[in-house]
């Protein structure tokens, strides 16, 4: 597995080893022990899968408390894939990452806890799939704004984007909570 650094502490791309051949492929997306060697040594109670259409964003969203990892991918389709540090403590703090995630590319995106995430569809669809490290709690989920000015993430976007009224409703990077 090639480990490719971000501009967030501890976030990283990952290209796993695809083996191909007339048949098709094989590859794995998930082995403990090779992302333990990565830095990557948690353990996941959670899978998720969601299904966008084009210019669906999700996002920025986080949990205040029971901060979620997540290894995230594309299953079919391609996304924008956005991070942002909210981790008082991090060396990156406020920096934001992206990377494209697509089911050619089949890179993987890690996010350590403590991260805000989102991500815009930018194919007809995609499935977007990912581990969390811990539970979905909506007590304490939180959303920043996705087009918060301060942060300037330059989302590929041909038009406005569909967002739910929750992100619709997000706070601006100013006044997140953050992480200690």
């Not at 991070?83 to 050619?104: C, N, Q, Y």
């Not at 918060?148 to 990077?173: C, F, M, N, Q, Y």
Request: glycine residues 6%; hydrophobic residues 40%.
């Amino acid at each position: 597995m090639n480990v490719i650094a971000t501009p967030i502490h501890d976030a990283l791309v990952l290209e796993p080893k695809v083996f191909g051949d007339a048949r098709g492929f094989f590859m794995e997306t998930y082995n403990r022990r090779t992302l333990a060697q990565a830095g990557i040594d948690f353990e996941f109670v959670q899978d998720n899968h969601s299904r966008s259409a084009r210019g669906v964003l999700r996002g920025l969203h986080y949990q205040i408390r029971q901060a979620q990892g997540k290894l995230v991918r594309v299953t079919a389709g391609s996304v924008f894939d956005v991070a942002v540090d909210l981790r008082r403590s991090s060396p990156t703090f406020g920096k934001v990452a992206w990377v494209e995630l697509t089911a050619e590319n089949k890179r993987l995106f890690w996010l350590p806890p403590g991260l805000a995430h989102g991500f815009v569809v930018t194919s007809d669809s995609a499935d977007f799939l990912y581990k969390a490290t811990d539970y979905w709690a909506p007590e304490h989920e939180r959303c920043i704004r996705w087009d918060d000015p301060e942060l300037a993430i330059p989302w590929p976007l041909a038009g406005t984007p569909t967002v739910s009224e929750k992100d619709a409703r997000g706070l601006a990077w100013r006044d997140a909570e953050c992480y200690a």
